[in-house]
């Protein structure tokens, strides 16, 4: 056999997603030409077409790059034939049959935008964890052409949103073929006619992405653009998306054989899909709608995401007719009865269908992704079961977690390699696992999170650099951002999407109080923000314009920086570079938020509302707390009180343990909290931890049970 070239080794790597969470590979993609790298936006599809097999074979020798291309290609192999994984010993039960994990968006790698924040990279770290853990899974979700938008803030601090059309042939997407042969077309009725869907395959290590596309001849030009955006268009576009996903993405598991033993939807969006199970089990097994209802959801597990009303799917009734009347009158349930499924109070004529009602009813395990969100959603659900305790409605939770290699730094990765035991990323779930940190040396490990606060600096400046060259600035201006970030300087980072009750400019309540601590030249303090705001949101855009426009008031000129275009590569930068992780949203509405663990993971050390995921982390001193978890039914109240315990929590807590420093010039209290952040928490909200617990506490249960007590609506 002829041997693999170094170019169709490389050519294989980057058509599985797998290179994007090896650091070790991702290094080579990038000394293949560094400055092509950046601008590709990290897409070695597209760096590898500049580059012939000879003009390849030379990069390679002139940067020794033989002996890490072969090394990384074997151990892509390995891992891709591994069968002594955790699943294998663990997820036997699921043998063949996968679980079947439903998002409408996931969040990979810079390069496929496909997502719009938290949501999708949870479901992206699912995906990649999954894989790593060996759990027979495959995922499912929409392919847009268009993505989700780029971000240009205007002259007057206004955000405007910017889209550009992917060529799919640049993405390492692989048209799916049914058993003849021929690519895979699917379709979903509605009144008006089929909507078709073509079908590509994202490899992500081990575990297949299905992403369904209707940008194909077949559909009418509204139909073709149908998936062109993540949360474009109005409530129609809305819905036949969601059928599109529910219903489509069921199809397109059955025409590649996919026989998914559970049901994992995330969100309301893609509820529609356990009704095609439903009508393929009354079709091919002869099942009454009602039994079929009851299997299917027997083998469903429905996870909801957000308290906040608008993350809730709503349509009315000529919405629901038009696009899922020819399923209902199939299904024998007709227009009143598929109402019925979206409506708390099934004969309620004024109720609008929810699809996440939908899919309570349709899944028999439901959870939430937080201790605390598990309690707000039983005391927001509880009407669905009128006759339990609040105590008793049966939604539980698994607080999220994000994937340990693809939110490390690389240089603390080699620090972890020293302390923590043999092949700890294996077995970054387990406690114990985490206590070598304790074993680094004060020094190092600053010496470490200084060198990755610096890159990000530059990195900052340079992101300043084009935005101010894109809004023509004087060369003088372009100058003095190079003066912009200090770095002695305590670093504080804010990035999320702009969404009205993550309150991004909470830290602005009082200007001069601020002012005062930003500009104290003996211990400074500087912000770095960034974040979209949804297209439609223009509250959040207002917020948006308050940050920029603040960083532009000569006071807080180089200290508070707003960077556009928020994405996983910016991410990235931040997680493994502040000193501090900022989140201060209205409580109880952050479900979880997942950006401050990846911070952990970094040695950063989180401030933060009692909230979400850090109202069961926080123990004291493995972090900052704003606050000690109060609600108002004020609102107003509830936010002026947290900007006074946010501005507190600075001045009494956070600047003076940073700049409390000893001979040598090291904060050792500081660095205390960052050991200990790392050992209490890196063990519990990591991503591994997350999919095992799914695993053992709603997949093996689903996959194996047709006889547990009902919680469908009789
Ligand atoms: C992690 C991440 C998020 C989620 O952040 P939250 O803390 O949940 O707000 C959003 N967007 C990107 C790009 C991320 O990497």
Redesign the pocket.
């Known amino acids: 056999m002829p041997q693999t070239t170094i170019h169709e080794k490389l050519c294989e790597l980057s058509q599985n997603l797998w290179w994007s969470w090896q650091p070790e590979v991702t290094s080579i993609f990038r000394e293949i030409d560094p400055k092509r790298w950046s601008e590709l936006s990290h897409n070695p599809l597209l760096l590898l077409r500049e580059y012939d097999p000879d003009k390849l074979e030379v990069r390679a020798r002139e940067e020794v790059l033989h002996s890490r291309i072969n090394w990384a290609y074997r151990r892509w192999q390995e891992y891709m034939h591994s069968h002594s994984t955790w699943g294998d010993v663990h997820a036997g039960v699921l043998g063949h049959r996968p679980a079947a994990y439903f998002s409408a968006e996931f969040?990979l790698h810079e390069s496929l935008r496909i997502?719009s924040?938290?949501l999708?990279?949870?479901a992206g770290d699912h995906l990649k964890s999954a894989s790593d853990l060996g759990i027979p899974l495959v995922g499912v979700g929409l392919f847009y052409h268009e993505g989700y938008f780029s971000q240009v803030i205007d002259e007057t601090g206004w955000q405007r949103e910017e889209y550009t059309d992917v060529d799919p042939g640049t993405l390492p997407l692989k048209r799916v073929l049914g058993a003849d042969g021929e690519p895979v077309i699917i379709s979903v009725e509605t009144r008006h006619g089929s909507i078709f869907a073509r079908v590509w395959k994202l490899a992500v290590g081990r575990v297949p992405l299905y992403l369904l596309d209707t940008n194909i001849k077949r559909n009418s030009e509204e139909d073709r653009k149908l998936t062109a955006r993540l949360y474009g268009g109005d409530q129609r576009t809305r819905i036949r998306q969601e059928i599109m996903l529910g219903i489509g993405g069921v199809r397109a598991l059955a025409a590649v054989g996919i026989n998914p033993r559970v049901l994992h939807m995330n969100e309301g969006h893609s509820a529609f899909a356990p009704l095609e199970i439903i009508r393929m089990r009354m079709k091919h097994d002869g099942l009454s709608f009602d039994d079929a209802l009851r299997e299917t959801a027997a083998s469903g597990v429905f996870t909801t995401h957000t308290p906040v009303p608008a993350g809730h799917d709503r349509f009315d009734g000529g919405l629901i007719d038009e696009h899922v009347g020819p399923l209902a009158e199939e299904l024998g349930i007709y227009h009143d009865g598929i109402m019925g499924l979206g409506r708390v109070d099934p004969q309620n004529p004024n109720e609008s269908f929810c699809m996440t009602v939908l899919a309570f009813k349709t899944s028999r395990r439901a959870n939430a992704v937080s201790n605390l969100h598990g309690v707000v959603s039983r005391r927001m659900w509880r009407s669905l079961w009128p006759w339990r305790s609040e105590e008793e409605i049966p939604i539980g939770h698994i607080t999220n977690g994000?994937h340990v290699p693809t939110w490390l730094a690389a240089q603390m990765r080699v620090l972890y390699d020293r302390v923590l035991p043999q092949k700890w990323y294996l077995r970054t779930g387990e406690a114990d696992v985490w206590k070598g940190i304790d074993k680094l040396t004060p020094g190092e490990l600053w010496e470490t999170h200084q060198s990755l606060k610096n890159r990000l600096l530059v990195y900052s400046r340079r992101r300043l650099t084009q935005q101010a060259e894109r809004y023509g600035r004087s060369a003088k201006e372009i100058d003095r951002l190079q003066t912009f970030l200090d770095p002695q300087a305590l670093t504080i980072g804010f990035?999320?999407?702009f969404a009205p009750y993550?309150r991004a400019d909470l830290v602005m309540r009082e200007l001069d109080i601020l002012e005062k601590l930003i500009s104290d030249v003996t211990r400074p303090v500087q912000l770095i923000f960034a974040g979209k705001a949804h297209p439609a949101d223009d509250h959040g855009k207002a917020i948006l314009q308050r940050i920029v426009k603040m960083s532009h008031e000569p006071r807080f000129h180089g200290k508070i920086v707003f960077l556009e275009d928020?994405?996983?590569n910016?991410?990235?930068h931040l997680?493994q570079g502040v000193d501090v992780w900022l989140?201060n949203p209205r409580r109880p509405l952050?479900a979880?938020?997942?950006?401050?663990q990846?911070v952990v993971l970094n040695g950063g050390l989180n401030l933060s509302i009692l909230d979400g995921w850090w109202a069961e982390a926080f123990d004291g001193q493995n972090g900052f707390a704003i606050g000690t978890g109060q609600t108002h039914a004020n609102q107003d109240v509830q936010d002026a009180r947290d900007g006074d315990d946010l501005i507190k929590v600075l001045e009494n807590e956070v600047i003076p343990l940073y700049y409390d420093r000893d001979h040598d010039d090291l904060p050792q209290e500081w660095i205390r909290r960052m050991k200990r952040s790392v050992r209490t928490l890196g063990w519990r909200f990591n991503a591994d931890r997350q999919v095992m617990d799914y695993v053992r506490e709603t997949y093996i249960p689903a996959a194996g049970s047709l006889s547990c007590e009902m919680v469908v609506m009789p």
Request: charge should be positive; avoid cysteine; glycine fraction near 22%.
């Open positions: 969040g997502y924040g938290g999708g990279v949870l994000v990035a999320r999407r993550k928020y994405d996983i910016l991410a990235r997680v989140n952050e979880s938020g997942t950006s401050g990846k």
